[in-house]
């Protein structure tokens, strides 16, 4: 799956990169927002990987009234990190998912930024290009661990 998807997602990369300036709207939740290149990239994506997977279903960030079946299905944020995008953070990567059954079977997130391509299929393992990640054995005390969390909720 890996060789379909890749191609596609650094295509929807460089219409994400060739926006100098987009325009950006509210989605009408505090901090939530969605710019012209999340459309741009999404139609794109949605395009593109509906002719490479044509039994393929979506859910896609900028779309409505969708649901997750069972039958294949590919799960899309197009920017994600649109409120990093449209600042200039150069933290911003393009996530698909894949899942079937409602189970995950494919993953790939690439950030344009550093051309950092990681993806994961079931029972392949998962990886950062072509090299193979692992879980460092560190003692939890020793340990990095990142977390963030999404201001979409004022309230929280």
């Not at 741009?40 to 409505?64: C, I, Y």
């Not at 990567?93 to 051309?115: C, L, N, W």
């Amino acid at each position: 799956m890996r060789n379909a998807v890749e191609p596609i997602i650094r295509r929807a990369a460089e219409l994400m990169l060739n926006f100098a300036d987009p325009a950006v709207y509210s989605k009408g939740r505090h901090a939530d927002f969605v710019t012209e290149a999340d459309v741009a990239v999404q139609d794109f994506l949605l395009n593109s990987l509906s002719k490479a997977f044509p039994e393929a279903r979506f859910l896609a960030e900028e779309g409505e009234g969708q649901q997750l079946t069972d039958a294949f299905t590919f799960i899309i944020d197009p920017i994600d990190g649109t409120t990093n995008y449209f600042r200039r953070r150069r933290c911003s990567m393009i996530s698909i998912g894949a899942v079937e059954g409602k189970q995950p079977v494919f993953g790939a997130i690439y950030d344009p930024y550093r051309d950092e391509m990681y993806h994961a299929e079931r029972g392949k393992g998962a990886f950062c290009g072509d090299s193979a990640l692992h879980v460092a054995d560190v003692p939890l005390e020793r340990a990095i661990i990142g977390l963030g969390s999404a201001p979409y909720y004022s309230d929280l």
